[in-house]
């Protein structure tokens, strides 16, 4: 099973700031199936990146992925009030896993 | 507008089985994988297993043994059965739509499943 760590585990940034939240996998996944999630409290997951770079639909464009092999990372350019929240990456390789999340909170 | 559904039990006691059921609507169950992906309180998210709409099937090697999924497609709808429950197993189970490359671009609002006596 291919494990994803993700970090820091806290990010603590102001409005207006960047963010970069850093995803790695213990052994190299095809960046085809690499996705980045936005959760915030109560509500489900929703899809922000796909294909390690791809936005989602309605997604916007602050919002980036980049990386392959075994590292890699998701950049907000620059944070609104409403991008506070908790960040997964999940992969699929001979399982499907989860990262253990990266929270955004305000500073 | 495509919206899934959750529904079952809200409790169930430790050594029963949890089953919970997912309802598309707005859509065919056709052409995606359907997946049950659950979050114990305050934790992370674990993927419980997929099933195509053909009926193939991927489980989570960790809760293999005790997990089926089945789906009905005249209904719209997919089933999640868990044996052999614990409180280890308490979480908000969600419901989720999956594409060809293994992301999950629709979710349920996820139902809270604790179990206890």
């Known amino acids: 099973e291919i494990v994803l760590t993700q970090s820091p585990g806290t990010l603590s940034l102001s409005p207006g700031e960047r963010a970069t939240l850093s995803c790695r996998a213990s052994?190299?996944?095809?960046?085809?199936?690499l996705a980045w999630y936005q959760q915030k409290p109560g509500q489900a997951p929703r899809l922000l990146i796909y294909?390690?770079?791809s936005r989602a639909t309605g997604i916007p464009d602050r919002f980036s992925g980049s990386g392959s092999g075994t590292d890699f990372t998701l950049t907000i350019s620059r944070l609104e009030p409403e991008d506070f929240a908790v960040y997964y990456c999940?992969?699929?390789?001979?399982?499907?896993?989860f990262g253990g999340g990266t929270k955004v909170e305000i500073k | 507008q495509v919206q899934l559904q959750e529904s079952g039990p809200g409790l169930v006691k430790p050594s029963e089985t949890l089953s919970l059921t997912c309802t598309v609507s707005?859509?065919?169950?056709?052409?995606?994988?359907w997946s049950w992906i659950r979050q114990p309180p305050g934790k992370g998210l674990e993927w419980i297993a997929y099933?195509?709409?053909?009926?193939?099937?991927n489980y989570n090697p960790s809760l293999k043994s005790r997990v089926t999924i089945s789906v009905d497609t005249s209904k719209t709808q997919f089933s999640l059965k868990l044996s052999s429950v614990t409180a280890a197993d308490t979480a908000v189970y969600y419901c989720?739509?999956?594409?060809?490359?293994?992301?999950?671009?629709?979710w349920g609002r996820g139902t809270l499943v604790t179990v206890s006596s």
């Open positions: 707005g859509d065919s169950i056709s052409n995606y994988y």
């Open positions: 099933i195509y709409y053909s009926g193939s099937t």
């Open positions: 052994q190299s996944v095809s960046s085809t199936y």
């Open positions: 999940q992969q699929y390789g001979s399982s499907l896993t």
């Open positions: 294909g390690a770079s």
């Open positions: 989720a739509r999956g594409r060809v490359h293994w992301n999950f671009d629709l």
